[in-house]
């Protein structure tokens, strides 16, 4: 079965540094989305991402967070400066279609010291 | 809007027993719903999902789940439950083309 690809696994990082997280959804899906998930909490969405622009977003997905498709296979969440609060796996999710279903990656653990 | 409620955090049952999920959703048209499974340290899984063809949807190992619109509920069940069953689930809705919403989880316990 097709997969989505997520990079690096796992991520330290300071405190104000930023971070670049990395996903390769699967080839034919039109649909990007980043969910994110804290400690012992439920997953959240943040945002999706649909023919080259955000087509919603959560209260979560402030001006530090972005989001870029940069080369039509990469699909990446940018944290401009990361706060302790940050620290959560990521998780990059890709649909073909409304109907289908979402495949996840295996998510990144960010962890912001 | 559209929302899910998981009863129940943790879930703890003998190994062989009975396997019963509780989700309750709310939605304002006719959703999609998913089950999904989260071993430790690893991303998430889908279970099973619903999408109006059928109401009692069969998914992976050994789960099913049965869509009662006048329950507004999407519980999931396993007849006889393995120590590998052992994960968080999280019950989900998604309304048309908009993003999934995700319940608070619960994670299952095994008793050996």
């Known amino acids: 079965e097709p997969e989505v690809t997520q990079t690096p696994s796992h991520q330290v990082t300071q405190m104000g540094q930023e971070v670049i997280l990395r996903c390769v959804p699967i080839?034919?899906?039109?649909?990007f989305y980043w969910y994110r998930q804290i400690l012992g909490q439920k997953v959240e969405f943040l945002v999706s991402?649909?023919?080259?622009?955000?087509?919603?977003k959560s209260e979560i997905f402030d001006d530090q967070f972005s989001v870029e498709r940069p080369d039509g296979s990469n699909f990446t969440l940018k944290i401009r400066s990361t706060k302790l609060e940050d620290s959560a796996m990521y998780f990059c999710?890709?649909?073909?279609?409304?109907?289908?279903?979402?495949?996840f990656g295996s998510g990144t653990q960010l962890s912001v010291l | 809007a559209q929302s899910v409620t998981q009863l129940g955090s943790h879930v703890s049952v003998s190994e062989g027993a009975l396997v019963l999920l509780r989700c309750n959703y709310s939605s304002s048209v006719p959703p999609y719903l998913f089950w999904y499974v989260q071993y430790p340290n690893q991303g998430l899984q889908l279970l099973l999902k619903?999408?109006?063809?059928?109401?009692l949807v069969k998914g992976i190992n050994g789960f099913e789940a049965e869509f009662k619109k006048s329950e507004t509920s999407f519980h999931l069940t396993k007849p006889s439950a393995h120590m590998s069953d052992a994960a968080e689930y999280f019950c989900a809705v998604r309304e048309r083309d908009d993003k999934i919403i995700f319940g608070k989880g619960t994670r299952l316990h095994i008793l050996p």
């Open positions: 619903y999408t109006s063809a059928a109401t």
């Open positions: 080839s034919n899906h039109l649909y």
């Open positions: 999710a890709s649909i073909r279609q409304a109907k289908e279903k979402l495949f």
């Open positions: 991402f649909y023919n080259n622009e955000i087509s919603e």
